[in-house]
């Protein structure tokens, strides 16, 4: 994965006729084009609403001090991004155009990220849907059922667990579209919201993890990464906290209290708070915040700087993954691990939700079940 984020990444570049890339933010990259004799030029790419891929060319860049013109670049194209965002060309009224409107009240509610998400969504599944075309004050609740029909495919000879998975993620873009329409209901653009409120969900699809990575395959997850330690480091953080992978990579030193042992956890799906770190993890952090300036990534990404989406270390834990024999691995398995591995201990669930930033309800739900331990629990308790 290439990097030029950093003045000593860049120098190492070769000269090619294609941009180095480095991903930003998903659909979005910076460029930089290294060429014999001239100087370097800088280019934005993104993945539009429609899947098309847009550039902006920003030149050279001499007149910007060489250690800021990423840093620049980067605020270039989060604008950039944000314009082509709310370039969709819709009929006022229509469910396409409430689409558009809800991912504008999320941009100014919830942040540019859950608008981003919600505007790739949108044009995954609405815009270029027949549906989008239709009023919403003509909207019925065929047309809603038969745009959710059309979500759930798989073959034939699908296994229950896969047709199950299909239904689940219909449910969660079908609650997409109803929070937009129930949006712009509240504006009046429907006199009802009969029509999609009488569409239910699936029932029966949400399903457990099946992967539990034993202490053996933990320990083999870390030694297989014994050469990339950045990804090391980051995995080991999550293993030990159970935090999820975008929570460790947004940490910065200065909210590590190596005394008291507490970091905060910034904000995410969760408000962002502050926790309690096992003396492990201390030492971890601690390690990695050697040296390092208040502002800078706690776990930084190769090059120096912050791990910036999934499409940066998703890849890796493939490879790492594959490496030890679990080719399906991913990020959240990590997480996954590190809670089930708390209940085996048999630490108090209310200890477990505070570290690992999730609901009581949550960890009994999904975690635990899956350790021998708890089989071994149940063996010793004298029934008969």
């Known amino acids: 994965m ?9 120098a190492a570049l070769k000269p090619r006729k294609d941009p180095h890339w480095q991903v930003v933010a998903k659909g979005l990259a910076i460029g930089l ?3 014999e004799g001239a100087a370097p030029t800088w280019t934005i790419r993104y993945r539009n609403a429609t899947g098309k ?11 910007i001090l060489e250690t800021k ?4 670049c980067h605020g270039l194209a989060l604008k950039f991004m944000q314009e082509q965002q709310r370039r969709v060309d819709t009929v006022p009224g229509t469910v396409a155009a409430a689409c558009a409107a ?4 999320r941009r100014e509610k919830k942040g540019e990220r859950a608008a981003h998400d919600a505007s790739r969504r949108y044009a995954r599944l609405v815009y270029a849907h027949s549906i989008g075309a239709i009023m919403v004050a003509d909207l019925t609740a065929r047309d809603v059922e038969q745009w959710r029909s059309a979500l759930v495919k798989f073959a034939p000879d699908a296994s229950e667990d896969k047709m199950r998975r299909a239904r689940e993620t219909a449910n969660r873009n079908m609650t997409m579209l109803r929070s ?4 712009v209901y509240k ?5 009802t919201p009969r029509a999609w409120a009488a569409v239910e969900q699936y029932e029966n699809t949400t399903g457990r993890r099946t992967l539990f990575l034993t202490l053996e395959q933990r320990r083999a997850v870390v030694a297989a990464c014994a050469d990339q ?7 080991e953080a999550c293993l030990l906290t159970g935090l999820r992978v975008g929570q460790v990579a947004k940490m910065t030193r200065g909210r590590f209290d190596e005394a008291r042992g507490t970091v905060e956890v910034p904000k995410g799906k969760t408000k962002a708070a502050p926790i309690t770190l096992p003396s492990a993890a201390v030492k971890l952090f601690a390690q990695q915040c050697r040296d390092k300036t208040p502002a800078a990534p706690i776990f930084h990404a190769p090059g120096g700087g912050f791990w910036n989406s999934s499409n940066q270390w998703n890849p890796l834990i493939k490879r790492v993954g594959k490496a030890i024999g679990v080719p399906t691995l991913c990020a959240y398995d990590f997480r996954h691990a590190a809670i089930s591995a708390m209940i085996e201990a048999a630490i108090d669930v209310y200890s477990i939700a505070e570290l690992c930033q999730t609901g009581i309800e949550q960890i009994r739900k999904h975690y635990g079940h899956l350790s021998p331990a708890v089989r071994e629990k149940y063996d010793r308790a004298a029934v008969l």
């Open 180 to 183: 937009a329409l129930n949006y």
């Open 53 to 63: 891929q847009v550039y902006k060319p920003l030149g050279n860049l001499l007149e």
């Open 187 to 191: 504006h009046d653009w429907a006199a």
């Open 69 to 72: 013109r990423f840093d620049y």
């Open 229 to 235: 330690p950045e990804l090391r480091a980051l995995v």
């Open 2 to 10: 290439t990097f030029i984020d950093t003045v000593r990444a860049r």
């Open 102 to 105: 809800y991912v504008e009240d």
């Open 33 to 35: 084009r290294v060429m």
